[in-house]
């Protein structure tokens, strides 16, 4: 099955730097990689999705790239806020044949520090 | 407001009793999706399904059960079967087909007394 790593497991910025998430997958079928960031003691909220067409995806602050050759993908948050504190988590699905089943990795907790 | 809710906040088992997990979601998705998170690490999924009764086992199923006998209710049960169920229990909806996400609820904690 798939198998997705996740790295760091925690992150530490100063406001208004720049933060990077790096997961790499294993199963080459994948084709759709979602991001979620998830504040303590609520459910996972999703911020951002690339499809496997795509090599890159922004909005506003946060953009996710995609290197399907090299089976890993990042996130990107920019300016970053004490509210951005978090954790967050990247994923991984083969979509169509598996009616959306993702495989998740084991978090990074990010802290903004004022 | 379209979403998911779940189903106590909290909730407490004593030893050898099962506990029901309430998941409901009015965004008309037709799967389903149970995840146990432990501290500091990711989701596993427990059960899912694609459609009314019908389910599918997840990585981590053994000591659990559901149901699926509507669309907007996908109930998860911890059976004493489990021998290690203090986590945090979240459900997520999705459409069927294409490459869309999950949506999660607020979850619940499950602790053992």
């Known amino acids: 099955g798939e198998n997705v790593e996740q790295h760091p497991s925690t992150l530490s910025v100063q406001e208004g730097d720049s933060a990077v998430i790096k997961c790499t997958y294993s199963d080459s079928a994948s084709n759709y990689f979602p991001w979620y960031k998830q504040e303590l003691g609520k459910g996972p909220q999703l911020i951002i999705d690339?499809?496997?067409?795509?090599g890159e995806k922004k909005d506003q602050r946060i953009a996710v790239t995609l290197n399907k050759t090299a089976k890993h993908f990042s996130l990107h948050i920019t300016e970053t806020q004490p509210e951005d504190s978090a954790v967050y988590f990247c994923a991984a699905s083969i979509g169509e044949t598996s009616g959306s089943r993702l495989t998740f990795g084991e978090g990074t907790q990010l802290t903004v520090n004022p | 407001d379209g979403g998911i809710t779940q189903s106590p906040k909290y909730l407490f088992r004593k030893e050898g009793q099962n506990v029901t997990l309430s998941c409901e979601q009015n965004?008309?998705?037709?799967?389903m999706y149970w995840y146990r998170q432990d501290p500091g690490q990711g989701l596993r999924l427990i059960y899912y399904?694609?459609?009314?009764?019908?389910?599918q086992k997840g990585d981590i199923a053994e000591g659990y059960s559901v149901s699926r006998e509507k669309k907007e209710s996908f109930p998860l049960t911890v059976t004493s079967a489990q021998k290690n169920p203090t986590a945090f229990y979240l459900c997520a909806s999705s459409i069927v087909g294409g490459l869309k996400s999950q949506y999660f609820g607020p979850g619940t904690r499950l602790l053992v007394l």
């Open positions: 965004l008309n998705h037709d799967a």
């Open positions: 690339i499809r496997s067409n795509v």
């Open positions: 399904s694609q459609i009314v009764n019908d389910f």
